[in-house]
């Protein structure tokens, strides 16, 4: 594999990799679950908390002031990280599943029943169970844009799901289990004909896909920190700004109003509107820290570097018997999901835990996929760009080895 930057000095930033499990080298191949963060994130949460720490935008001391700048500054960079046009655009929630919930929610309140919300198979839990409740409460109509074999979204379907009643497409940009990468900027066009709005999942494509929202010209883009190489507990909802502010408020409490009084209460502007309360601001920082860890690197050649060595892991699987794979979408990144023939996901991924490989096994939060593939979990390799050939080796090694044992 060729690759044009040191895999071996990007791996050396992240402490947690240089440990033993099961006495065993660690091989950490969950990274779908949550990344590892690089020292420079774990040093800007630790540097906050030991000389900056104090509330953002309240205060009139000099802490404060430091704290807010320092936090807002981390807005900028999203924006920027995103191509976001505005940087009120940027909103601040604990991750992804928050993120589509103030949607689900606030967007939610504009619409009537009878209206149309079209999500798809492929769904994290998180991108469904807010808008079943959602037309639960509402009498909206929720549809479910079908599968093809390969584990691609059926376009064709899809097109004729569209009516002029569709108000939202929510959907995955790379789905967390077959490693599709949805044609979004497609999706969304289609969408805009009939006057849908569309969500974007982006969870499992911040850490590998360079993000550039004014392209794919979608109303809203959510993401978690913490499978960025960030800390847990803080996510972003980018949403266009006009839509932002025709939507009403979700949670309420202070930050988020311009002037309260047992009469009445007035809100504030973007991005505060939907930031009740005092927010993670260490997140923020650390959030901030890992974009500019994404930043520092050549993405184009940490993309390639980390499709190539997703390739070998595919063909080093599928040398082993009993393997069968799950997805074969013409593209995909970052996850692979297969089964044995004859055994249960999970024994085999404790057999792998045994021997130090870090896989995760079960239905990935995505149970109506399972159904749709007749399947009760899948095993999944997850790959960033720590990972090298010595961990994938290890890996097919040991899973040969947990296979030749049952
Ligand atoms: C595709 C997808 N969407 C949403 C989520 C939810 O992310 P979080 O738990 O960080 O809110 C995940 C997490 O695994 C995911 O993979």
Redesign the pocket.
Known sequence: MSQSFSVSALRAQFPVLQQSCNGHALVYLDS??TTQKPQSVIDAMNNYYQYNNANVHRAAHCLSAKATQAFEQVRDEVRSFINAPKREEVIWTK????AINLVAQSYGALLEAGDEIIISTME?H??IVPWQLLAQQLKLVLKVIPLTDTGELDLTAFAQLLTEKTRLVAV?HI??VLGTVNPIAGIVALSHQVGAKVLV?G??TVAHLPIDVQALDCDFYVF?G??MYGPTGI?VLYGKADLLNAMPVWQTGGEMIKKVSFSGTTFNALPFKFEPGTPNISGVIGLGAAVAFLQQQDRAALLHYEQGLFEYAKAQLLSLPDIALVGNAAQQAGVISFVVKGEHHSDIATLLDQQGIAIRAGHH?AMPLMESLGLGGTLRLSIACYNDQQDIDSFIAALHKTLEFL
């Open positions: 779908a679950a991750g992804a599943t928050e994290h998180a991108n995955t789905s967390n999942d969870s499992q978690s913490h499978k996510g939060c």
